[in-house]
C-alpha cells in the first residue's frame, strides 16, 4: 500500500518508486497472499472488539483513541527504523485528500453504524467495499476489470447476499446503520482508487501513519466539540468508568486493528493491484460473522456456512489468478500508492 511496474493499460501517474530499490528483484504474490492471510483474521477479529468499545464510548472518542494513539504509533515505528517522516510537498494535497476518505469517512461512519447494527452484519455490509472499488477504479482512474477480478468478486458478494438475505428486513427497519455501513464501504473505496492513482515518494509505514493522524484530526475536533459522551457523560469521565470488555475492545482496536492492520492494508496494496487486493479482504466480514458469533453470541446458522463456501471459493480464484504469469501479478517495483479496513 513490493511493488508492479506500470502497464499499457493503466494511465500515466500510477507509476513510481518504491521505498526499497529501484533495482529490487520481481516479487512473488506469495508474500501478500500470506499478509492477506493474517490481516484477514487480524481485521475481521477487531469488528467484535469495536462493538464491545462502542457499547459505551462515544464513537468520536473511540475513534479519537484509536486513531491519534495508532497513528502516533505508526509514525514512531518510522523514526525509530531511521526513516525520515518528511512530507514532500507535492504530496500534501493528495495525502490530505485520501486521508479523509481512507481514515476520516471510514472511522466514522462505521463506527456510528456498530451502535445500530450487530458487528458480523456490519462487517458484510462494509465489504461492500470491493465492488465499490472496481466501479470507481474504472471511473476514476480506467483501470481494468479482468474475469479473474469480476469472477472472484461475484462470488464474493454472492456470499455476503446470502448473509445479508436472512437480516433484510431487519436491515430495512434499521435504514441508518446500513446506510452508514455503505458510506464507510464507499469512502473507503474512494480514498483506496486515489491512493492507488497517486505517486507516492514516501517509505509505506510513514504513508499510513500520516494518513491515519490527518485523518483522525477532524474526528478529535469533532470529539473536543462534543465534550460529552451519548449518556450525558464528560468525556473523561466515560473513559474512567469503561469495563474492562470496552478497555480491551479499545486496545485491541488501537493497537492490533489501527497500527499493525493499517501498515499491513499499505503494504499489501502495494503488492497487489487495488481491486485485486480488496476482493481478497472478502474474507474479513466471514471472520467477522465467527468472531462476534463467538465474543458477543452472534447466531451463526446455515447462511453463514453457505457464504464461507462462497467466498472461499471467490478467493480460490483470486489466488489461482495471481500465479506468476498472470498479468495481473506484480512485477518490478512500484511506488505505494494505495489503501483499508476493520
Not at 468508568?241 to 492490533?256: D, E, H, K, M, R
Not at 487486493?277 to 466480514?285: F, K, Q, W
Request: positive net charge; glycine residues 12%; hydrophobic residues 55%.
Amino acid at each position: 500500500m513490493g511493488s508492479e511496474g506500470p502497464r499499457a493499460s493503466e494511465p500515466a501517474g500510477l507509476e513510481g518508486r518504491d521505498d526499497t530499490t529501484a533495482t529490487a528483484p520481481p516479487r512473488r504474490p506469495l508474500g501478500g497472499l500470506l499478509l492477506l492471510a493474517v490481516l484477514t483474521v487480524l481485521w475481521g477479529s477487531n469488528w467484535p472488539a469495536m462493538k464491545l468499545a462502542v457499547r459505551e464510548l462515544d464513537p468520536w472518542t473511540f475513534r479519537t483513541i484509536c486513531l491519534l494513539v495508532g497513528g502516533a504509533g505508526l509514525l514512531a515505528l518510522v523514526r525509530a527504523g531511521g526513516q525520515s517522516l518528511a512530507i514532500p510537498r507535492g504530496e500534501r494535497g493528495p495525502l490530505a485528500m485520501v486521508a479523509l476518505f481512507n481514515i476520516t469517512g471510514w472511522h466514522l461512519c462505521s463506527a456510528y453504524g456498530l451502535t445500530l447494527i450487530p458487528a458480523g452484519r456490519g462487517a458484510i455490509i462494509a465489504y461492500t467495499m470491493p465492488l465499490w472499488t472496481v466501479v470507481f477504479g474504472r471511473v476514476l482512474v480506467g483501470q481494468r476489470i479482468g474475469p479473474t477480478r469480476l469472477a472472484a468478486l461475484l462470488l464474493g458478494l454472492a456470499g455476503m447476499a446470502v448473509l445479508m438475505a436472512p437480516d433484510a428486513r431487519a436491515l430495512w427497519a434499521a435504514p441508518a446503520g446500513t446506510v452508514l455501513m455503505l458510506a464507510a464501504a464507499v469512502s473507503w473505496a474512494i480514498g483506496t482508487v486515489l491512493t492507488k492513482a497517486s505517486r507516492w515518494t514516501m517509505p509505506t509505514a510513514a504513508l499510513t501513519g500520516w494518513q491515519v493522524v490527518l485523518g483522525g484530526v477532524p474526528i478529535a475536533l469533532g470529539a473536543i466539540l462534543r465534550a460529552t459522551g451519548p449518556d450525558g457523560a464528560p468525556l473523561l469521565s466515560q473513559l474512567a468508568s469503561a469495563s474492562s470488555a470496552t478497555i480491551l475492545g479499545t486496545a485491541y482496536a488501537t493497537f492490533v486493528g489501527a497500527i499493525f492492520c493499517h501498515w499491513a492494508w499499505f503494504r499489501l496494496v502495494s503488492i497487489l493491484p487495488a481491486a485485486t487486493a480488496a476482493i481478497g479482504t472478502l474474507g474479513i466480514p466471514i471472520v467477522g460473522v465467527f468472531a462476534s458469533a463467538l465474543v458477543l453470541g452472534e447466531p451463526v446458522g446455515p447462511a453463514e456456512l453457505l457464504a464461507l463456501g462462497l467466498v472461499v471459493g471467490g478467493l480460490a480464484i483470486l489466488v489461482r489468478g495471481l500465479a506468476p504469469r498472470d498479468p495481473e501479478s506484480p512485477v518490478g517495483t512500484r511506488a505505494v500508492s494505495t489503501v483499508r479496513r476493520d
